[in-house]
């Protein structure tokens, strides 16, 4: 390897790491804070390690209501189910558009994109006497079936698809292989990146869903973690109550970094095939 | 044979979008309709009241000053954020995907900022940048400045500050969805040029980016209609309400501000989401054509 | 093109829908309710009725609070059910504007809510609340200020549940109490904070101040101005208004007082509980978070100097509104007066460590021999309520955008008032 390689390398490594801490830091102090009292996170030092820790928020967290561990089991319900229909429902969608020829497919694709462009404030109201008209209102259905598709995954996933190499889907066909049947042995599982990005971030979105969920399920027992936590916590005259809410960010992003770190071996798994193409 | 290809080609492709379409066309569409019917009415929710006014809610957007304000405040952040947040991820995700050590560990830590959570975000970026804060102190320290500068109080800042904290956050998503797409690229392409003896850059722009393409425009249009909606970061930034002098107002929050709270003016509010929306339709149309046509080859 | 034709396709698709829309939503809001109100108006009182509620239900929406408060909470309504036989199902807002407004337009809004003075008359004008009969729930035994903040025309539209005051803060390791000059005017123009400052560790501010409303009214009101004229429009650019408001800029403008922000804090409570801050005016909402956060910090509670000669402050207040569109009237009824009765308001303040807005209550819990509680009680005689139409939020959103540019020097306070008048008055002539 000569010289200038090697340099250039030396580099790279230095800015890799350089925006590695102008990343890790703020999420570190976010977490260490959690470990604080209130007068350490608001005295505003940026230090990592707190100078006395304490568990304090999170025991009031776990104590804050009696539904907590009921609250971890709708949360994990609603967001895998939720997280499995998506994939599957985005993804076939996201083909279709990408690889079939059909009439009103621009239209649909179009319609698609439309449907994220509006901003959702003013649909709230809507969307919620159409729950309340459909017989919804405080059941799991409120929240999984509105999201039971995503407009930005679908043409995410729609984006992938184009891309695709012909050849194997048509080795598929000779094998004798239908349409849904190409699809789902070679299409879906040769587009693990896609499916395992999609599914991360399709989980985060559930699982940090607020505002819909708060204003659907009027049950407490029904409430999923997020939920749960933020409408318990104390709001005493406007004051955010910073380690209570430093504790219970932590406490919704662990499944979540677990989850990506699980996934992150198929992110790296695709159709790089030689010979292919 | 073809033309019964086709026209299976056709059950298919409605069978395969149906489920999707349904659930949009029931709970999104559905409510985007109703929305589009309230703007054309002065409407009070409460009491049930409708009056139809034809199109003065969407005159009224053209002489509103607030408005004006609040779309070009947003066409800024939209102009600076979009390119920087989509170059920045494509860089990223490319030098990830290189042959390095440790890239495990650098993909989960730049993933990170997705997972902190956005209030957290902002009380780190307010007291970074508040008047006694280490940036300022730095900037004193260095010389740099000879008066510390308030970031969060100076309409010529406060935006700013937001758009960094913008990028800063929603950088990590866009890269995640390159790497994936990066998967995709067949070595090959990337063998046959180092035979060629290409260097990395070169490899970046000749076979990178073009193969990229229908990804970028993903990016670009999502980074287009994230930041034309960009709401929160405004909100809990400003307390709701926009200032100091209008500067981080954006027209999602203009939107929440009139459908929310004191002000009784939902069909304004449902005509500015609408005329919002076809901004960021028309925008997105364009980014993509531009996307499409630009040929690196 | 082909792309634009399928978009316009869309559109008229869109629209073709439209007609099927409308009468679903027309029927889910509580609309033609007012004669129903008219009607309940006068009902029996509920003392002599109870045994026919025993049994019923009530829904109650109320934001959270602090752990005393959840548990005063609970003790109350445990009183409640025990003596009326009515069971409660409360219900909890996070966003409470979104969520209530929701609620209400899709006619399962519960049947008791909180209601802050500052919605009220915007929650009056829809309405969506029940008109309240100022002798059925005992208004005369409540502070003025206080009844009156949930009233519109002559009727009333809430029962005020408790209040807040503000009051002035100080630090007594640096702060002695006599020392403090007694007239605004004195320690806004006066050298006192100056001198104090000189006094102070490194990095440590004399004293924090806020560019809101919401903490300026009192003394922007002082001697008869308004900062309202004609029910809706803004006079913020009123000279009288102006000179009001100058002792606050000047002293802001000469660094003498700071925001929390610019101390890279949230707010005062922030800023004075880890002292990086002498003084600072708060509510009391700041007794039950020192305790909390920052028991270790010695500080002193008084009344607001005064100013123009006289004394002032802000209240604010919350009460309990009845749905207009409840199908459980004497229920609700039973339960506000409950709540807001001398019984329940006892167990609701002394538990939450909040103020009682009724005088009888406020005697009989002793509240005032609380040292740190007394100068926020004495303000409820002459507090200006924080409470002023429907256009509050407009007026003071611009003074908030535009007082920032007086204090830097860009404008003049004259000017950046005037401005801020004009920018409201233009949004409320297009809001009617």
Same mark, same amino acid.
């Given at each position: ?12 490594y230095?800015?890799?790491i ?10 570190l ?17 940026l ?11 999170y025991?009031? /967290? ?7 561990i ?7 319900f ?5 997280? !499995?229909?998506?994939?599957f429902?985005n ?9 079939l020829? !059909?009439?009103?497919?621009h ?7 439309v ?20 017989g ?13 598709v995503?407009?930005?995954?679908i043409f995410?996933?729609? =984006? ?12 598929a ?15 879906m ?60 960010s ?28 | ?7 299976g ?18 709970f ?5 309709? !109703?929305? /589009? ?10 009491t ?8 003065? %809610?969407?005159k ?5 000053t ?10 800024g ?18 030098v990830?995907?290189?042959? $390095? ?19 957290a975000?902002?009380?780190i ?6 008047l &006694? ?5 730095l900037a ?5 400045? =000879?008066e ?5 109080n ?11 904290? %913008?990028?800063?956050?929603?950088v ?11 998967q995709?690229?067949? %070595? ?11 260097t990395?850059?070169?490899?970046f722009?000749?076979? &990178? ?5 229908p990804?970028? &425009?993903?990016v670009? $249009?999502?980074?287009?209609i994230g ?6 970061q ?34 304004f ?7 919002l ?12 054509? $531009? ?7 | ?12 698709l ?5 007609t ?17 109100n ?16 025993e ?24 009183g ?58 005992? /208004?005369?035994?409540f ?15 809430a ?8 009051a002035l ?6 702060v ?23 006094? /102070? ?18 003394y ?44 890279g ?17 708060e ?31 802000m209240? !604010? ?74 256009t ?5 959103n ?28 233009? &949004? ?5």
């Amino acid at each position: 390897m000569n010289k200038k390689k090697k340099v250039f390398k030396w580099i790279l490594y230095i800015v890799l790491i350089g925006y590695a801490l102008f990343t890790l830091f703020p999420f570190l102090w976010a977490v260490s804070a959690s470990f604080k009292t209130y007068k350490e996170i608001t005295g505003g030092g940026l230090n990592i390690i707190p100078n006395a820790p304490t568990l304090h928020a999170y025991k009031k /967290l776990f104590t804050i209501d009696e539904n907590f561990i009921r609250w971890i089991f709708n949360s994990f319900f609603i967001c895998i189910l939720g997280t !499995f229909i998506n994939v599957f429902l985005n993804s076939m969608t996201g083909y279709a558009l990408a690889r079939l020829q !059909f009439k009103g497919k621009h239209l649909i694709f179009y319609a698609i994109l439309v449907s994220i462009m509006v901003p959702g404030q003013v649909l709230l109201i809507p969307n919620y006497l159409i729950i309340k008209t459909f017989g919804l209102l405080n059941s799991y259905s409120a929240i999984i079936l509105p999201a039971a598709v995503n407009a930005t995954y679908i043409f995410m996933m729609r =984006q992938f698809y184009i891309n695709f190499p012909k050849t194997i889907e048509e080795a598929a066909a000779i094998d004798g292989l239908g349409r849904l049947g190409t699809f789902f042995r070679v299409s879906m599982p040769l587009a693990k990146p896609a499916i395992a990005t999609q599914s991360v971030f399709i989980f985060l979105a559930f699982w940090n869903e607020f505002l819909k969920p708060k204003l659907y399920l009027s049950d407490p027992s029904k409430y999923t973690l997020t939920v749960g936590i933020q409408s318990m916590m104390s709001r005493y005259g406007g004051i955010t109550q910073w380690d209570e809410v430093m504790a219970a960010s932590v406490i919704s992003l662990v499944p979540i970094l677990l989850l990506y770190i699980v996934l992150n071996r198929y992110f790296m798994q695709g159709i790089r095939m030689d010979g292919e193409k | 044979m073809t033309r019964r290809k086709r026209k299976g080609e056709v059950a298919q492709g409605w069978g395969f979008v149906s489920p999707a379409m349904l659930v949009i066309g029931i709970f999104v569409m559905t409510s985007i309709v !109703f929305a /589009l019917y309230i703007s054309f009415h002065k409407v009070n929710l409460f009491t049930g009241y409708y009056e139809f006014i034809g199109l003065e %809610n969407y005159k009224r957007i053209f002489v509103d000053t607030k408005t004006r304000i609040a779309f070009f405040n947003t066409v800024g952040f939209v102009a600076v954020v979009v390119p920087i947040q989509t170059i920045f991820a494509l860089i990223m995700a490319s030098v990830l995907n290189a042959k $390095l050590r440790g890239k495990f560990v650098f993909r989960t830590i730049y993933f990170l900022p997705t997972l902190t959570s956005s209030a957290a975000l902002t009380m780190i970026f307010m007291f970074l940048f508040s008047l &006694t804060g280490p940036i300022n102190q730095l900037a004193l320290n260095l010389n740099i400045l =000879q008066e510390p500068i308030n970031f969060l109080n100076d309409p010529k800042f406060a935006l700013k500050v937001i758009m960094s904290m %913008n990028i800063w956050s929603t950088v990590p998503f866009f890269m995640t969805i390159y790497l994936a797409a990066l998967q995709e690229v067949p %070595n090959s392409v990337y063998e046959a040029a180092d035979v060629d003896g290409a260097t990395g850059f070169q490899k970046f722009i000749h076979i &990178t980016v073009p193969q990229l393409k229908p990804i970028t &425009t993903f990016v670009l $249009l999502m980074g287009i209609i994230g930041t034309f909606q960009m709401f929160d970061q405004a909100y809990i930034f400003s307390n709701g309400s926009g200032g100091p002098e209008n500067s981080t107002l954006t027209v999602a929050l203009q939107i929440y501000r009139n459908a929310f709270g004191q002000n009784n003016t939902m069909g304004f509010a449902t005509a500015m989401s609408i005329m919002l929306s076809i901004v960021i339709f028309t925008v997105s149309f364009i980014a993509q054509k $531009l996307n499409k046509s630009e040929s690196l080859y | 093109m082909k792309k634009i034709f399928s978009f316009v396709l869309m559109g008229l698709l869109v629209f073709g829908v439209l007609t099927g829309c409308q009468q679903p939503s027309q029927d889910q809001n509580p609309s033609s309710n007012s004669e129903q109100n008219e009607s309940n108006q006068d009902s029996q009182d509920t003392e002599d009725n109870q045994s026919s509620l025993e049994g019923k239900k009530v829904v109650v929406g109320r934001w959270g609070g602090n752990d005393a408060e959840t548990a005063a909470f609970a003790e109350m309504l445990e009183g409640f059910t025990n003596k009326t036989g009515i069971e409660v199902e409360e219900r909890i807002y996070s966003d409470y504007n979104t969520e209530l407004q929701a609620e209400l337009i899709g006619g399962t809004a519960p049947d008791v809510f909180y209601v802050d003075a500052y919605m009220a008359p915007f929650y009056s004008e829809q309405g969506v609340l029940l008109s309240l009969d100022p002798v059925e729930f005992d /208004l005369i035994n409540f502070y003025d200020t206080l009844s009156n903040a949930f009233k519109r025309d002559t009727k009333y539209y809430a029962v005020s549940k408790d209040y807040s005051t503000l009051a002035l803060y100080y630090n007594k390791k640096w702060v002695n109490e006599s020392d403090i000059p007694t007239t605004l005017e004195d320690l806004w123009q006066g050298d006192y904070l100056t001198t104090l400052k000189e006094t /102070l560790p490194e990095g440590v501010e004399a004293m924090t101040y806020n560019q809101d409303m919401a903490r300026n009214m009192y003394y922007a009101e002082a001697g008869g101005a308004s900062i309202i004229k004609d029910d809706i429009y803004s006079s913020l650019g009123d000279s009288q208004v102006v000179e009001n408001l100058r002792p606050l800029i000047e002293a802001a403008k000469a660094d003498k007082i700071v925001t929390p922000q610019d101390l890279g804090t949230g707010w005062n409570g922030d800023a004075f509980g880890n002292e990086k801050t002498a003084l600072m005016i708060e509510g009391n909402w700041v007794l039950g978070f020192m305790e909390q956060n920052f028991p270790d910090v010695e500080y002193g509670v008084i009344e607001i100097p005064t100013f123009k000669g006289e004394k002032g402050t802000m209240v !604010f207040t919350v009460g309990y509104g009845i749905n207009a569109a409840t199908k459980e009237v004497d229920a609700a009824k039973a339960f506000v007066k409950y709540a807001t009765g001398t019984e329940g308001m006892a167990t609701w303040t002394t538990g939450a460590g909040v103020l009682p807005s009724r005088i009888d209550v406020a005697d009989a819990t002793k509240v005032e021999e609380d040292p740190f509680k007394m100068p926020h009680i004495a303000g409820a005689q002459y507090a200006t309520p924080w409470q002023k139409g429907t256009t509050m939020d407009t007026i003071n959103n611009e003074y908030k955008n535009y007082i920032p540019s007086a204090i830097n020097g860009e404008r003049t306070l004259e000017d950046a008032l005037k401005k801020a008048e004009d920018e409201a008055n233009k &949004t409320i002539e297009a809001n009617q």
